[in-house]
């Protein structure tokens, strides 16, 4: 069956950064465009950016643009995030997502098809 793992999340002080992973298996990874959400305690799931299937495209919401980066490895069937400069308000539980196969990439739009459990992050002195 398909499965997202997230990895890498943890506790790092302000101004620290930290990289995700999400591997994927049980599907076709290479053909997916790729997202990254997340959800901080009694707030609603947050759209970080997303990945077209090729990795030439990515798109980020205002919120991150210029501290994260969202890249993929299709040998690896993973995607990252990296994560810099990082904000107590950064703090969330982190999920990746898959699109349907060859979705056409279109930014700041995505339909998860497939989820991870997540992975928290905090951001703490």
């Known amino acids: 069956q398909v499965q997202l793992v997230e990895s890498g999340g943890g506790l790092v002080q302000p101004g620290g950064s930290l990289r995700l992973s999400c591997a994927a298996s049980?599907?076709?990874?290479?053909?997916?465009?790729m997202a990254w959400y997340r959800q901080a305690p009694g707030k609603d799931r947050e759209f970080i950016g997303h990945?077209?299937?090729?990795?030439?495209?990515?798109y980020y919401a205002d919120s991150v643009k210029g501290r994260f980066t969202v890249s993929r490895d299709n040998a690896k069937n993973t995607v990252y995030l990296q994560m810099n400069s990082l904000k107590p308000e950064d703090t969330a539980v982190y999920y990746c997502?898959?699109?349907?196969?060859?979705?056409?990439?279109?930014?700041?739009?995505?339909?998860?098809?497939?989820w991870g459990q997540g992975t928290q992050v905090t951001v703490s002195s």
């Open positions: 997502a898959a699109d349907k196969p060859w979705a056409a990439f279109k930014a700041g739009s995505f339909a998860g098809v497939y």
């Open positions: 049980g599907m076709s990874f290479s053909t997916r465009a």
């Open positions: 990945i077209s299937w090729s990795g030439g495209s990515t």
